[in-house]
């Protein structure tokens, strides 16, 4: 007889789960009561951790989870508390960001300060011979930084882990805009442009690490043209794959071959390609069945399928890190994973300027404080 009972009770159990996930993906009301009372998806400003903004001049970032300021020379790291984890005195007037997973690189912008930071301690400083214009850094803490200034148009500059410079590219005719190192440390590309003609052209080319340290000469392996003389406008490696944005479409590249993943028409209001795997834009909905006017969709890179989250009015703004969305829609900000999921739902009584994300924690950013949610 308890056996019977507790075969009974779990039945009723199994079809309980299987009518709450039936009616969470299937009606829309009660989505919206379970992301609020059971899974606490809507949040408020005032119940979040808060950390004070001195100037609005702050240098703020976040990568892991962790939220940075640099004010006065002084990189101060916090956790998704608020909590001051350490303090890191660097030389940078403009400072500029880059991370992935555990590593930041921060550098002077215009300058020649460049650090290299893994979790919260400082791996390695240095002083670039020129001024610094792009800088990217890889899960492994490989580092490329891009330097003007000097009798080149562009020095391509990689370091290792532990600050042993790797090689140098000379770009003497064309100016380097993007930099992205593979997961492997093998390979290093870069999108160049050519301003010296009436028309600006652009192109990539990936270099060969080893074939950079033993034949420079033939260290440019693959170069990418793109059609009919599109602007690149950023690049980032998705396993060994590279993906381009260009003005008009998006790219991947590899092995010396192109593949079109999709096209950015004037219905498309933002894009971005920093969503590992992922492609996220929003756009405004074309169709005309759908409710919503406006729709974050997210694109897999591999088989192009797509999911779709709506939104309920126009959007102000789109952040993205490695894996969260993040959506300004003025006093509030929607965050979702890379299958358009929500994840949290923030309001507030006042607009903010930007938001911050890193791959668990998203600072909201007001004049004089940040607000850390944790994701």
């Not at 909590?83 to 960001?97: A, D, R």
């Not at 900000?333 to 994300?357: D, E």
Request: with cysteine; charged share 20%; hydrophobic share 35%.
């Amino acid at each position: 007889m308890k056996k019977k009972i507790l075969i009974i009770i779990g039945i009723i159990l199994i079809i309980g789960i299987i009518t709450i996930i039936s009616l969470y993906f299937a009606n829309e009301n009660a989505r919206d009561w379970m992301d609020e009372y059971i899974f606490r998806k809507n949040i408020e400003e005032e119940d979040l951790p808060t950390i004070q903004i001195e100037s609005e001049k702050a240098g703020i970032y976040a990568y892991d989870n962790h939220i940075v300021i640099l004010q006065n020379n002084v990189l101060t790291i916090y956790n998704t508390s608020g909590k001051e984890e350490t303090k890191i005195n660097v030389t940078i007037n403009n400072p500029i960001f880059d991370s992935e997973g555990k590593y930041l690189i921060v550098a002077d912008k215009g300058g020649q300060n460049a650090y290299l930071i893994y979790n919260t301690s400082l791996q390695w400083q240095k002083t670039m011979e020129g001024n610094i214009n792009n800088i990217t850094v890889n899960k492994n803490g490989a580092t490329g930084i891009v330097i003007s200034g000097t009798t080149y148009k562009s020095v391509i500059v990689m370091y290792g882990i532990t600050g042993e410079e790797e090689f140098k590219t000379y770009l003497s005719s064309t100016i380097a805009t993007s930099i992205a190192i593979s997961n492997d440390n093998q390979y290093l590309s870069f999108s160049e442009a050519n301003t010296s003609g009436t028309i600006i052209t652009s192109e990539v080319k990936t270099i060969s690490v080893s074939k950079a340290k033993s034949t420079p000469a033939e260290a440019i392996i693959y170069t990418y043209n793109p059609e009919n003389n599109s602007l690149i406008i950023n690049i980032r490696y998705s396993d060994e794959a590279l993906i381009c944005q260009y003005d008009n479409s998006v790219y991947k590249l590899a092995d010396g071959n192109s593949e079109k993943l999709l096209d950015v028409d004037d219905k498309v209001l933002f894009l971005d390609i920093s969503l590992q795997n992922y492609i996220c834009k929003i756009q405004e909905n074309s169709t005309g069945i759908l409710s919503s006017e406006y729709e974050v969709k997210t694109i897999n890179e591999k088989n192009s399928n797509e999911t779709t989250y709506l939104l309920e009015q126009m959007p102000k703004n789109l952040f993205v890190s490695d894996n969260i969305i993040a959506v300004n829609m003025g006093n509030e900000a929607i965050f979702l994973n890379h299958s358009a999921w929500l994840l949290k739902h923030f309001s507030s009584r006042q607009s903010y300027k930007s938001i911050v994300l890193g791959d668990s924690i998203a600072g909201i950013v007001y004049r004089d404080r940040i607000e850390i949610i944790s994701l």
